[in-house]
């Protein structure tokens, strides 16, 4: 099992830049694909970025490209999105997710709480 706790977001306006934290516990010796997913209010959730243990391999929605960066600290256990230039359409609940394949089909088995990040015009 894997615990997965969030932190950060909140309340932004548009332009502004935000940095959203995923702690993990339990099973964190196996080295598995850590990533975020978003979901907006009526929308379905969407893959976001997400990045292999090593770091080698990273991948970007095309929405988010150029603006948000993921980065993880294997001796923390912890995974990184730094969110820069915010839009109002990137608000969302982020979740953070491990043991994650894809994309471009994704899945993912272990799930944060979500944290809200919220951008106003």
């Known amino acids: 099992q894997v615990q997965l706790v969030e932190s950060g977001g909140g309340l932004v306006q548009a332009g502004d830049s935000l940095r959203l934290s995923c702690a993990a516990s339990?099973?964190?010796?196996?080295?598995?694909?850590m990533g975020w997913v978003r979901q907006a209010p009526g929308m379905e959730r969407e893959f976001v970025a997400s990045?292999?243990?090593?770091?080698?391999?990273?991948y970007y929605a095309d929405f988010v490209k150029g603006r948000f960066t993921i980065s993880r600290d294997n001796a923390k256990n912890t995974v990184y999105l730094q969110n820069n230039s915010l839009k109002p359409e990137d608000t969302a609940v982020y979740y953070c997710?491990?043991?994650?394949?894809?994309?471009?089909?994704?899945?993912?088995?272990?799930w944060g709480q979500g944290r809200q990040v919220t951008v106003t015009s």
């Open positions: 997710v491990a043991e994650m394949t894809g994309p471009p089909r994704w899945a993912a088995r272990y």
């Open positions: 990045t292999d243990w090593s770091g080698a391999n990273i």
């Open positions: 339990g099973r964190t010796t196996s080295r598995y694909a």
